[in-house]
């Protein structure tokens, strides 16, 4: 069965500070992968996408960035977080067709002081 | 732009009842809509997911509907118990499906709570 792992689970950062989390599938191979944020009050707003290695696309404008330099790793990163920065951020896969459901993982609680 | 609306926000049953909760999307031309529960502090799970074509899926006491020409989808929870208590989200996703077209619109969700 398939899996789907973010780390850490909660994070406390100072403003200026720079930012790297991590999303690891396992079970599958060239999933799609997702970063989201959840920020109170608001629905879920995807970040950044990618069907493959190498191959990011952005949603919004913004301070973060995102990688995905093996088949199944998806980090999500910020040389310099910002106060507007904290929320809940989850990762999803699915499978290569879009008619697939998407699967979260356990989110990350970013908290910016 | 697509917008998704679940209401109500909140709601509180008691343990046993049978309930429904709502969602409405603004652009009929979805490809699918699936359906989620969030824990406090947790991630998504993926309860259902209907592709446009269908009306229902089902999946033991709960049961989801969509009637895509009105832009409405249900869930239908069963005998409700105290562990349902989670707020349940749904999602659409655009149409057509292809390149570029991942990004899947969410509700802001409604918040159930079981009352044993």
């Known amino acids: 069965s398939q899996t789907i792992h973010q780390w850490p689970a909660t994070l406390v950062q100072p403003v200026g500070s720079p930012l790297s989390l991590e999303c690891t599938v396992e079970g599958t191979s060239n999933p799609n992968l997702y970063w989201y944020r959840q920020a109170a009050g608001r629905g879920l707003q995807l970040l950044f996408y990618?069907?493959?290695?190498?191959?990011i696309s952005s949603e919004v404008p913004q301070n973060l960035s995102a990688s995905r330099p093996q088949d199944r790793q998806f980090i999500l990163s910020s040389k310099k977080l910002l106060l507007s920065d904290s929320g809940f951020y989850l990762c999803a896969w699915s499978r290569q067709y879009s008619n697939q459901p998407q699967h979260f993982g356990d989110g990350t609680r970013l908290s910016i002081l | 732009k697509q917008e998704v609306t679940q209401i109500p926000a909140a709601l509180s049953v008691p343990e046993g009842e049978n309930l429904v909760l709502n969602c409405s999307f603004t652009d009929s031309a979805i490809y699918n809509l699936q359906w989620f529960r969030q824990d406090p502090g947790k991630g998504l799970t993926s309860l259902l997911l209907?592709?446009?074509?269908?009306r229902e899926q089902t999946s033991g006491r709960l049961n989801a509907s969509l009637d895509k020409s009105s832009g409405r989808s249900t869930l239908y929870i069963a005998a409700s118990q105290p562990g349902d208590s989670a707020t349940y989200l749904c999602?659409?996703?655009?149409?057509?499906?292809?390149?570029?077209?991942?990004?899947?619109?969410f509700g802001k969700g409604t918040k159930l709570s079981v009352i044993p």
């Open positions: 990618s069907v493959g290695i190498g191959q």
């Open positions: 209907i592709q446009s074509s269908q």
């Open positions: 999602a659409v996703h655009p149409f057509p499906a292809g390149a570029g077209s991942y990004q899947l619109t």
